[in-house]
């Protein structure tokens, strides 16, 4: 397996995807949208899927989902949630580097629109408010990255050019490339 991927992590609004294409093609790499490969895979939305499946539901298929990618040279926009999964995110730290895209819980009130109709869970059940995601996650997010970024009041592309920085720093520290 290739660990020459890069895996972006980080809550619902962060800017995973949308910075997730924007490096993908600074850097001449795939992208993969962890969301869209389980809706692709379970032919629903991901809030049908937590309607149908409860939240505990459909972190499993999350697991089971990201635990089966396989790809090189990708950057993965994982799911907001792919942090409640140990498996899953180990299987994606071995495929590359894990990058947290951190934003303050105040923009990302900003950013985000109604939370039940973007498939958002806590790990025991539907999102009670913002701030009770933002304190769940956090520390998960932490956990697994390699590397943070913060892109807090900051455009896509400022921010893609500050993780290129970023990763080059870190292959060379780790001899990765």
């Not at 993908?24 to 309607?51: C, P, R, V, W």
């Not at 792919?82 to 994606?92: E, G, R, T, W």
């Not at 923009?107 to 408010?129: C, F, I, K």
């Amino acid at each position: 397996m290739a660990a020459d991927n890069i895996i972006l992590i980080g809550l619902p609004g962060a800017g995973k995807s949308t910075l997730g294409v924007v490096l993908a093609k600074i850097l001449n790499y795939s992208f993969l949208d962890g969301d869209i490969l389980i809706q692709g895979q379970e032919g629903k939305t991901l809030q049908a899927l937590i309607d149908e499946l409860g939240p505990e539901g459909f972190l499993q298929v999350e697991n089971r989902v990201l635990s089966e990618v396989e790809c090189s040279r990708t950057i993965v926009a994982t799911g907001g949630s792919a942090v409640y999964s140990d498996p899953a995110m180990q299987h994606l730290s071995q495929m590359g580097v894990v990058v947290h895209l951190q934003v303050s819980e105040g923009e990302l009130a900003n950013r985000l629109g109604d939370l039940d109709e973007r498939g958002v869970v806590l790990r025991n059940g539907h999102v009670a408010s913002l701030h009770d995601l933002y304190e769940e996650r956090m520390p998960l997010y932490r956990q697994y990255a390699q590397i943070t970024i913060d892109v807090t009041g900051k455009q896509v592309r400022e921010s893609a050019k500050e993780l290129q920085l970023a990763l080059v720093d870190y292959w060379q520290s780790t001899g990765m490339k």
